[in-house]
């Protein structure tokens, strides 16, 4: 047994899109993607399971790095469509009660106050669940959308949000906690020596607020961060209350990991304890061993027929178009790129069919079987790692996934101890950091 609970969540990759319109069960509504209900429903099992968030990814461009064209992308809905996530919480949060809501908001997309302001109102509306997935911006296809001719270089994007948020965080604290007075008799609404205006005067950003809104239930919201290099570690170890990895696909490369953020956070004067590492995880389940093992076959089968699609979703993450390297030769080691370092560095010298046959196995760890056979690697997992959880993942997920997972797989982590079977306080931060 594991000296204390861990927590999950659910990583929505390839945000609000069309997700199982070519699956096996595409469900009876593939026209209606755009509404709510898929996702509603898989809201509803994650609460059923005690889960602390959901991290609504995003992006907003049709890409088009992979052969100089969007043809591939949009010929299987990969990175586009999506809607806009920010307008997805409210109807979440209408049919849940306790879950956290992370929609993806890029610092490279909104000012500033903008941002501090959509995420005060979500907190606001939520009554304190909204959480916010701080990105950076990595393909220059969405600078363009924005008047760039392309992104900052990597590591000065980072400087950049770490302006950003200090920004943010400044204005949703630029309210007291007591400012609101409703008080009828005098009267007074508010009290404006308890609100503060913040006179920003940055490098990047100028900003005088306050907000025009009274401090939300959470105040600063709980930020999510998925910085994989040296300086998205650094920005996350500052900024991040939960941060999203891969971890290396190893128990050891998760511990090092896990073990670096904890001891960047402490420089930065920070509760180690207040950052929740969750790692990656595809489980495929099923009643028996076979079964899941016959499903594994088959998706990595369709992944590999489909070579286009996963190159197409490599060059998107990297900005290099992948169409131009031979499939059985490794790939070169002068590659660079200003888009996911972290995932070049992983690539580097392997060839690209192999790259696929990985993405296709979702990485080092097999999360493949019976939910017995599964609970039993999470749980020795995180007792070699030390915490904090794991974050689901499965970018075109269907009805039969949700409930696989929900129903199946966490109640035996409940049944083991290593999850919550309840909610112990209303707010996602109290929740995040209950253990």
Avoid at 181 to 188: E, N
Wanted: charge should be neutral; aromatic fraction near 10%.
């Amino acid at each position: 047994m594991s000296k204390r609970p861990f927590h999950l969540a659910w990583f929505l990759s390839q945000g609000y899109g069309p997700k199982s319109w070519r699956g096996d069960w595409p469900g009876s509504d593939i026209k209606r993607w755009m509404m709510p209900d898929l996702f509603v429903d898989l809201a509803q099992g994650m609460e059923r399971a005690c889960m602390d968030y959901m991290i609504i990814e995003d992006s907003s461009n049709v890409p088009y790095t992979y052969q100089g064209s969007h043809d591939t992308y949009l010929k299987y809905a990969a990175s586009a469509p999506k809607l806009d996530p920010a307008v997805l919480v409210p109807y979440l949060a209408q049919a849940t009660k306790r879950l956290g809501l992370v929609p993806t908001l890029s610092v490279s997309e909104y000012p500033p106050y903008l941002l501090a302001r959509l995420v005060n109102s979500l907190d606001h509306v939520t009554e304190g669940r909204v959480g916010w997935n701080c990105v950076t911006g990595s393909n220059d296809g969405a600078a363009q959308n924005y008047g760039r001719d392309k992104h900052y270089p990597h590591d000065e994007r980072y400087d950049i949000a770490d302006e950003f948020a200090e920004v943010v965080t400044r204005l949703w604290e630029a309210w007291e906690p007591d400012a609101v007075v409703l008080d009828r008799s005098i009267p007074m609404f508010a009290d404006g020596s308890k609100v503060h205006p913040i006179h920003h005067e940055g490098k990047y950003f100028r900003c005088r607020g306050p907000l025009n809104a009274p401090r939300s239930p959470q105040g600063c919201v709980p930020i999510c961060q998925a910085g994989g290099s040296p300086r998205g570690q650094r920005f996350a170890s500052r900024w991040a209350d939960t941060i999203i990895t891969e971890g290396g696909g190893s128990a050891a490369s998760m511990k090092a990991y896990r073990d670096d953020v904890r001891r960047r956070a402490v420089e930065h004067g920070r509760n180690p304890d207040d950052i929740k590492v969750l790692f990656l995880c595809h489980p495929i389940i099923d009643v028996t061993m076979e079964a899941a093992r016959q499903r594994q076959r088959l998706e990595q089968a369709e992944s590999e027929r489909y070579m286009d699609m996963q190159l197409s979703g490599m060059s998107r993450l990297t900005g290099i178009d992948f169409s131009k390297f031979d499939l059985d030769q490794p790939l070169p080691d002068h590659l660079t790129t200003n888009g996911h370092q972290s995932s070049l560095a992983k690539w580097i010298g392997k060839t690209p069919r192999s790259i696929v046959q990985s993405y296709a196995r979702k990485g080092g760890i097999d999360f493949t079987g019976t939910a017995d056979h599964v609970a039993g690697i999470m749980q020795e997992l995180m007792e070699e790692v030390g915490g904090d959880g794991f974050l689901f993942f499965n970018s075109y997920f269907d009805r039969r996934y949700i409930i696989e997972v929900c129903d199946g797989l966490v109640p035996e982590l409940q049944r083991r101890g290593l999850t919550r079977k309840k909610y112990a306080y209303p707010h996602f931060k109290d929740n995040l950091r209950e253990f």
